[in-house]
Nanobody
Framework: VQLQASGGGLVQAGGSLRLSCAAS????????MAWFRQAPGKEREFVAA????????DYADSVKGRGTISRDGAKNTSYLQINSLKPEDTAVYYC?????????????????WGQGTQVTVSS
């Protein structure tokens, strides 16, 4: 499984971004797809996950109400949209995937990772 994250960039506070995670090598329709982020000097943290086998989504408190994780099965692609961006959302965003439907918020639960895409929010 290969994951390719894209869609990052420089955005003003209050703006929106939609990140994409294109998967290849396997159909990920039954996988858990997740997004994590890592700011300079900080640990990688959970942002959102979608358990598409049963349609359950999960969001970190930091993006709850502002973030939406979705997928396009035909494109084998997962998306993360974040609205009302804040400077504290600045980080490298990584997509991840796991075939274990119990994979939760821990990065160690995901064996497949994309390369990361930089999101910078200016105040």
């Amino acid at each position: 499984v290969q994951l390719q994250a894209s869609g990052g960039g420089l955005v003003q506070a209050g703006g929106s971004l939609r990140l994409s995670c294109a998967a290849s090598g396997r159909n990920l329709s039954g996988y858990v797809m997740a997004w994590f982020r890592q700011a300079p000097g900080k640990e990688r943290e959970f942002v959102a996950a979608g358990r598409w086998r049963n349609g359950i989504t999960d969001y970190a408190d930091s993006v709850k109400g502002r973030g939406t994780i979705s997928r396009d099965g035909a494109k084998n692609t997962s998306y993360l949209q974040i609205n009302s961006l804040k400077p504290e959302d600045t980080a490298v965003y990584y997509c991840a995937a796991s075939s274990n439907n119990l994979s939760g918020r821990r990065a160690a639960g995901y064996p497949y990772w994309g390369q990361g895409t930089q999101v910078t929010v200016s105040s």
